[in-house]
């Protein structure tokens, strides 16, 4: 079913307006929302319809995106996402957990996504994927600098040209270089709920601190780490008994939990970007 | 700031057509939420919205709604909820704690509500009540069939007519006549997660059946014994150390947490009955 | 590190008594915890305990056994846990995500069990099983009467001489002969918060019932459908947006954690049964 | 009942020689946890116990304390904890969500406490605290240095001298001198997860921050602001919807939940301090 997502300064007759274009092209609404950032000024709608067309519904769609450009003031986005799978690339590093539940996903059907291929820092995981049939690529960073280690992950993306990465415990910081080639693309699973423990070994921190809940945060990845805009987050209780390592442990299936819908979200044209906010119309 | 209540078949164009009115009345649509049930062909719609009139809005307000239903297929029904308080009666029996978090937000102006008094089928809360200067009826069911019982209170609920009965922890069960005269205007918050453990002493039955979250159900009250339409449910975790009494203690927490956001949601008109279920936008 | 599970009758001196003998081993106790059931008049303890033993273990185990039996009284049970990974038979039908889950968790060493076999009602997941090494043996119901399904499947079980079996989202009731072969020792997922919900389909039921919350709960399989011992639930909030299959698609990760978490404490001996109750020190 | 609060440093025996003590005087254990610290070789533990005394069982209390003292390793802490009701008083400013709480569980004999007075820096909540006939202090702060407005608030302490004191949204930083005059005896709420939002204006924090969940922190206070022991933790999840007002609006009940669940966890003399870190057995 085709959606419909526009963004645009907020000003009276949106609502009305858009669902006039729809309405032009029989198009049958089956769900709509709506959000008016009132500090900003800005608008968002994600309408889903359906509609009689048969033939070339793909020319269709453009002339609904058209058509409602034309009645939005200066400034306003429109874009009718399609109905198929995003194609990604995963990117792990030594744990399993946040990656195998994706493949999961994946085999199944689950992830309204296909995994073009997975990249790791480390070899440890490729047998895991090859289970799955999923191309693995090992791209060691030991002895290379931050740069020629990006290239070369760089170079496997290329003839994939994937719409988004995943991070799945991906345990090394991108540059701003490379994050700059998939803007609000790059999703990643960050293990404690930011923007607490920021950094390395949050769980550590967290364990320091003597904290009684614990938790993740599923993020669009941007220049500055960990601070980019958020998706999801989950938390569980912890207590004394948790040492460092038990928080860990108890954090896994958080993490992927809170990624896992994350992903649903975006791969479902559900998530709009707000400055360094997300609106999301689940 | 007014708000547009829409409850009609589901057609298409539905959205198009209300939000054309409020465009004609130079309305500025604030907030917006629509779902349409598809599996019973109904469609609901809230709009917040506020507009440049001066002088009689009752009257641009019922021209709205007017308007409105002319646009809408036969069977709608249109509202617009005034931003005023709604003017309520709390029953209650022995417990204080959600009686006393009511009388609380109220004295602070957080209900959205006016308690225009409190009645109780045992005197003991009566003092709690008179520290918050709302009238207290004690009316004692001992010695009563309920129909006598019920005829008190109706008498006392008579020259106030109250838009909603609240039952904080009124332990009795009101008969369908008495029920009839509140249609889907009565709350009432149930110490379990319904359907688990209908009836009486749900925390002994809880217990029994050595459950690990326990939780509160605010549902609107129908004839048959909470089976209404459910408003809120919230849980939390116990265990084997928790005795019945302590659930009891545990559970009260949660109560008066699920009635207060259950009030909350009815007061500011955000709820929508759909047979036994509730569409509730917020 | 070795584990001593108590559970007796309560009286006076029982801490004193049990650490007593294991300090006369010059045991080292790391963790412990006890609960005594006031209203049944029983105690349980766990304790978790190390100590300067070389050579054989084994024989210094059975003598803690032997003489904490001695210092306690009449009815009492005492038992040394091993520190070895249950070996576990996981039974399924056609739903892949908690077997998945699981045997993710088992390939890299999460699960504190072996999978020696999985054993289905359906073929549709041995491709899965078969990625991960585990044998599979697909015992197809139809056309069979439930007597000569469980024997097929029973004589399977029968070299294998499984400590646990786990029903993994297993669709099919076991008769109370077949339950009786495994005391206290099958852990089974429903996916609602139990007693809500009794038997089949428990989303359509809840979706009929309009819940705000749904959950998971694993619990012990007695004769009685889904009224063995609770071990774990959770849930999640839910609402009107939520169709039947919503319910059933949020439910998923939810069973699977709900699962997961209550096959570590089994496996790791943290629970005690209580007839119908569980006490679990985790 | 009485608690025996014991700390020390781990050795093996501990647990068979203060039972031993408690098992001399006829000291029947109803509810018995221990904690070991292993990194820093340090043990916990609470047991509740009752016996046979008749007469002074004061004293019998103290020789219970100076015996357990004698079997354990020196540095050792041992207490006996009366239960009677603390005494406490609470400090607060403007808002009265926690404060009305406070007073009403206080009213109904639910918070194991005595509240002998409430000071605020504002006058307009001694209304609230006049209805439930506990002395109410105004000491206002405008026009004094944080010295003088302590001194004066200290004045009114010294005849009174508190046990505990509970800051209620107290919106004021007090200073190391004053803190230091109540050692691990000072409670405050502040509303964020801690360690996120540190400082002001945590609500207007998030919602720069665009996080997907709120919470609320009890913690001890020390000189460190917001960086005492966490004893409560609780969140709520939130969204784009939720303006900052609207964060504080929704972060007003899990703040008095938070700290209403931490005063019962110190008042029943549940809580170790543990450097920075609590140890609470519930």
Redesign the interface.
Known sequence: MPVLLVECPDQ?????AI??V??RH??????????????NGRFYMRTEFDGPWTGDAHEVGERIVAETLAVLPAGARVRLARSVPKRIVVLASRE??CL??LL?RH??GGLNARIEAVISNHAVLGD?VG??GVPFHHVPAEGMDRTAHEAAVAALLEPIGPEFLVLAKYMRVLSPAFVARYPSRIINIHHS?????IGAKPYHQAF??????I?ATAHLVTDDLDAG???????I?V???H?AQDLVRAGR?VEQ?AL??ALRLVFEDRVFL?G?????FD
Chains 1, 2, 3, 4 share one sequence.
Do not use: W, Y
């Not at 320091?208 to 809940?213: I, M, N, T």
């Not at 805009?229 to 938390?235: P, R, S």
């Open positions: 009276r007759g949106l609502v009305h669902s006039g729809l309405l029989d198009g049958n609404v089956v769900g709509n929302h709506e959000f008016v950032d009132a500090q399993h957990h195998g539940d999961l085999q199944f895991l289970k799955f709920f930011l923007p607490a423990f320091q601190r003597g904290v009684k809940v938790g805009a958020i998706l999801v987050q989950h938390v209780p207590d004394h008994t040492a299936d939990f896992a819908q707000a360094n906010r997300t609106v999301i």
